[in-house]
């Protein structure tokens, strides 16, 4: 491959699936059990970009409070049986299945994700989605997750490996709604485009172009952004 765009990693939940506010709720339902509340507030500021158990081990030092591996586990079990009777319904968000389906038949595309596997398959399957993916990184796929670079080499690597050609990390796009996000794709090498389904556009540092979500991208636009013209974060909206 030469020139243009290579290939896209997605991060999954805030970009791909409108799963955070959900995700907030079933650990607030699980934590209560245990006598602990979350907030929305602390959750978006402190805790987002982490994958389940990483998130707890983080709240768990914040507050204090000493708990065990068997803890932890117990209560990411429990985070996803939560979740898990929440997500009846398709929770894609407005224009995402139609611009995967775009990007598949360019360059082939990943995610990379905190998401616990079963959670990312069920989701991506029901919107019929699920052989369009080359690589799917989850929750505990590598031994550090976001905003660790190992997520996203690890999906760079099976793209890599999928492809073709060569893939240049440079012309190959990352996907992501949060700082933590953006940092493991940067470290990874990767450029980077922040959505601002999270977080305002000036939260996403290290983006170098922030669009109103995936309905507001395209390809041409990820085209440009590898070839240069994306030097500096801007502000696109459909």
Known sequence: MSGGLQAIVFDFDGVIADSEPLHLR??????????????????FSRYLGYDDAGMLEALARDRGIAVTD?????????????????MQASVLFPGAEAFIRDAAAAVP?????GALRHEIDEI??????????AAIVASGDTPEGKP????Y???FERLREAAADGLDPRRCVAIEDSRWGLESARLA?????????????????????????LKALTLPMLDRLVDGE???AERARA
């Open 109 to 113: 595309i990943a995610i990379a994700s």
């Open 189 to 213: 090498g990767l450029r980077c485009v922040g959505v601002t389904n999270s977080y305002p556009a000036h939260e996403l540092h290290g983006a170098e172009l922030v669009v109103d979500g």
């Open 148 to 151: 660790s670079p190992a997520p």
């Open 153 to 155: 080499r690890l999906a």
């Open 26 to 43: 079933a650990f607030q339902q699980a934590l209560a059990e245990e006598g602990l509340e979350l907030t929305a507030q602390e959750y």
């Open 124 to 133: 991506v399957q029901a919107a019929g989605l699920a052989g369009l993916f």
């Open 70 to 86: 068997r803890r932890i586990t117990a209560l990411v079990a429990r985070k996803g049986a939560r979740l898990q009777a929440m």
């Open 230 to 232: 994306g030097a500096r």
